[in-house]
């Protein structure tokens, strides 16, 4: 059974970075195919795709927040970890973590955490 | 604005079939397969279909879908209360370098 968990500050300052870690089991990273997402979701509105981390450490990101994002893992600790910088009050949102183990051009998301809620707010 | 487009709202009666629409392009939906998530209020997202067509394990087979050039759909049918939550489509876009969700699609059983 695949678990994942976000955590993180529920509260940042505009400017500040936010760290946020997602803990998870039952798959290791070290794997191929494996990759872990993140995504939020802004109060309302739809799902939006932030960055990926595959088993093998490539890096995927959302180009037009690719500046301010970073998504590093641990697979030693099953964690990976996503620093924004430069926070504003539109990404105020709730943040997920989820597992994928297929390859790009059939990627989809079967596991998701149960989401952390960042308000950004000074 | 999402690269995928989905109708913001549909309305079904109990019982009764319903399709939700999402429209890519050539560089995502064209090109890769789609996945279909319901999130029920205040939940995280559950996958209910990917790669185009095929449903995880557990998976009400009422869910079903199907995909044609650069367009895809989703298919309930038996409509119940349970099913009232907001469906989005996803896919994998060559130009973006990564996944794509659509708008979401909220769906009201009548």
């Known amino acids: 059974q695949i678990t994942l968990t976000e955590s993180g500050p529920t509260l940042v300052k505009p400017t500040q970075t936010l760290t946020l870690t997602c803990t998870f089991s039952?798959?290791?990273?070290?794997?191929?195919?494996?990759?872990v997402g993140w995504i939020r979701q802004p109060p309302g509105k739809a799902l939006e795709w932030l960055a990926l981390?595959?088993?093998?450490?490539?890096?995927r990101y959302r180009p037009s927040l690719k500046s301010r994002l970073t998504v590093t893992k641990d697979s030693s600790k099953n964690q990976v970890v996503l620093t924004m910088t430069n926070m504003d009050p539109v990404d105020t949102a709730t943040y997920f973590c989820?597992?994928?183990?297929?390859?790009?051009?059939?990627?989809?998301?079967?596991?998701w955490g149960q989401g952390t809620r960042v308000t950004v707010s000074s | 604005q999402s690269v995928l487009t989905q109708p913001p709202s549909v309305s079904e009666a109990p019982r009764q079939r319903v399709t939700i629409s999402c429209s890519g392009s050539?560089?995502?939906?064209?090109?890769?397969?789609v996945s279909w998530y319901q999130q029920l209020p205040g939940k995280a997202p559950k996958l209910l279909i990917y790669?185009?067509?095929l449903l995880p394990s557990g998976v009400s087979d009422r869910f079903s879908g199907s995909k044609s050039g650069t367009s895809a759909s989703l298919a309930i049918s038996g409509l119940q209360s349970e099913d009232e939550a907001d469906y989005y489509c996803a896919t994998w876009d060559d130009s973006l370098n990564g996944p794509v969700f659509g708008g979401g699609t909220k769906l009201t059983v009548l």
């Open positions: 989820a597992h994928s183990s297929s390859w790009p051009s059939k990627y989809f998301f079967d596991d």
């Open positions: 790669n185009d067509d």
């Open positions: 039952g798959f290791s990273l070290s794997t191929n195919k494996e990759s």
């Open positions: 050539s560089s995502n939906i064209g090109h890769n397969d």
């Open positions: 981390i595959f088993w093998d450490d490539d890096q």
